[in-house]
C-alpha cells in the first residue's frame, strides 16, 4: 500500500495525543478540549474493525456525558491511577521492562536496550521527572518524532528506525498492556482510549513493516 504523506502526519497526530492521555494525569482541561474538538467523531478511522468501532462509541459517549465537575474529573484520575500509575502497583503498567523481565520489575534489561537504541540513533528525549524511558506515554513521543521525520524530511532513513522501534521494543509488550486497561477500566474515557490505542499500534506497526519493505 502507498502511505502517503497526510496519513503519516495523521498518525503522528495520533501518537501525540496517546502521549498525553498515557503519561499524564487527566485535567478538566484536557478532557474539555477533546469534547469541545469532538475527537470521537473526528478521530481517523484506521481499520473497519468493530473494536474500532466500539471505542469511538464508548468515548463518544463518556464526552457527552462530561460536565466537568469535580466528582467526575476525580473519578477519572482515579481510574487513571489504578490503569497507570498507582499509588500501589497500577493494573496495566504503561513500562515496558514490567512485561519482559522475569521480575516484574522496572529498568530491567530491556529498558537498557531501548535507552542504547535511542542512543545509537540519536534520540534523546527530555522530561522534567523521573520516568523511564521505556513508558508507552514517553514512547509515544518518539514515535511522532519520527513520522513527522518521515512526513516531511527523510522517509527511507527514519521508516527503517520506526519499523525497529516497534518491533524490537514496543509490539512484544504493547498489546497486553492495552488489553489489561481495556479489561480494568471504570470508565468510558479510558476503555475507549485503550481499544482505540490498541488498535492504533497494529496499524502502525503494519504501515511500518511496508514502509521497511518498499524501501528494501
Given at each position: 500500500?502507498?502511505i502517503?504523506?497526510?496519513t503519516?502526519?495523521?498518525?503522528?497526530?495520533?501518537?501525540?495525543?496517546?502521549?498525553?492521555?498515557?503519561?499524564?494525569?487527566?485535567?478538566a482541561?484536557?478532557?474539555?478540549?477533546?469534547?469541545?474538538?469532538?475527537?470521537?467523531?473526528?478521530?481517523?478511522r484506521?481499520?473497519?474493525r468493530?473494536?474500532?468501532?466500539?471505542?469511538?462509541?464508548?468515548?463518544?459517549?463518556?464526552?457527552?456525558?462530561?460536565?466537568?465537575?469535580?466528582?467526575?474529573?476525580?473519578?477519572?484520575?482515579?481510574?487513571?491511577?489504578?490503569?497507570?500509575?498507582?499509588?500501589?502497583?497500577?493494573?496495566?503498567?504503561?513500562?515496558?521492562?514490567?512485561?519482559q523481565?522475569?521480575?516484574?520489575?522496572?529498568n530491567?534489561?530491556?529498558?537498557?536496550?531501548?535507552?542504547?537504541?535511542?542512543?545509537?540513533?540519536?534520540?534523546?528525549?527530555?522530561?522534567?521527572?523521573?520516568?523511564?524511558?521505556?513508558?508507552?506515554?514517553?514512547?509515544?513521543?518518539?514515535?511522532?518524532?519520527?513520522?513527522?521525520?518521515?512526513?516531511?524530511?527523510n522517509?527511507?532513513?527514519?521508516?527503517?528506525?520506526?519499523?525497529?522501534?516497534?518491533?524490537?521494543?514496543?509490539?512484544p509488550?504493547?498489546?497486553?498492556?492495552?488489553?489489561?486497561?481495556?479489561?480494568?477500566?471504570?470508565?468510558?474515557?479510558?476503555?475507549?482510549?485503550?481499544?482505540?490505542?490498541?488498535e492504533y499500534?497494529?496499524?502502525?506497526?503494519?504501515?511500518?513493516?511496508?514502509l521497511?519493505?518498499?524501501?528494501?
Amino acid at each position: 500500500m502507498a502511505i502517503s504523506t497526510d496519513t503519516l502526519l495523521c498518525l503522528q497526530s495520533i501518537a501525540n495525543v496517546l502521549h498525553k492521555v498515557l503519561l499524564d494525569l487527566p485535567t478538566a482541561e484536557l478532557v474539555e478540549h477533546f469534547t469541545l474538538s469532538d475527537i470521537a467523531t473526528q478521530w481517523p478511522r484506521l481499520t473497519h474493525r468493530q473494536r474500532e468501532s466500539m471505542a469511538l462509541n464508548k468515548l463518544s459517549d463518556y464526552l457527552k456525558h462530561w460536565d466537568g465537575s469535580r466528582e467526575q474529573l476525580i473519578a477519572l484520575q482515579l481510574d487513571y491511577g489504578q490503569l497507570f500509575n498507582g499509588p500501589g502497583t497500577p493494573v496495566a503498567p504503561p513500562w515496558g521492562s514490567v512485561y519482559q523481565s522475569a521480575s516484574g520489575l522496572l529498568n530491567g534489561s530491556s529498558t537498557q536496550d531501548l535507552l542504547t537504541f535511542y542512543q545509537q540513533h540519536g534520540l534523546q528525549i527530555h522530561f522534567d521527572r523521573n520516568e523511564p524511558v521505556d513508558h508507552l506515554g514517553l514512547i509515544c513521543v518518539v514515535i511522532a518524532y519520527l513520522l513527522d521525520k518521515m512526513a516531511t524530511d527523510n522517509r527511507e532513513q527514519y521508516s527503517p528506525i520506526l519499523q525497529r522501534l516497534l518491533t524490537d521494543h514496543v509490539q512484544p509488550w504493547v498489546q497486553r498492556c492495552l488489553s489489561l486497561a481495556e479489561e480494568h477500566a471504570q470508565t468510558g474515557y479510558y476503555l475507549g482510549l485503550s481499544l482505540l490505542a490498541s488498535e492504533y499500534f497494529r496499524y502502525l506497526q503494519a504501515v511500518s513493516n511496508e514502509l521497511d519493505d518498499s524501501d528494501a
